[in-house]
């Protein structure tokens, strides 16, 4: 298909902008539904959903670190936000039989 841009008037050339950025949208609209059954498969693959390999991975962004929800009585620079691992401290407390919420700030 051949356009001949040089004799084409304003009109005609914004004409064909339009369509050609409607064309571009369905484009990108097609791309987008085989990239996700892409992924779909290659999840079923490994016996997840899409849903599962990437809940909580959207938009998610940290605000820094965690406020603090516990503190070491022993060494007051060690706290603890109560999420991840859980450090040594804490699992040595709680084996010795000490509730956690002692530790509480």
């Known amino acids: 298909m051949q356009f001949d841009l040089d ?9 064909l902008r339009a369509a050609v950025e409607k064309a571009i ?6 791309e987008l539904q085989k990239a996700r059954e892409a992924a779909e498969r ?16 959207k938009g998610r962004k940290s605000s820094g670190p965690s406020k603090a929800k516990y503190r070491n009585p ?22 010795a039989g000490t509730d956690i919420e002692s530790f509480a700030i």
Request: no cysteine.
């Open 7 to 15: 004799n084409m008037s304003r009109s005609e050339l914004e004409q």
């Open 25 to 30: 949208k369905s484009v990108d609209v097609r």
């Open 42 to 57: 290659a999840a079923a693959e490994h016996g997840f959903t899409l849903a599962e390999l990437t809940s909580g991975a």
């Open 74 to 95: 022993a060494d007051g620079s060690q706290t603890w936000s109560g999420r991840g691992r859980k450090p040594q401290w804490i699992k040595d407390a709680e084996q």
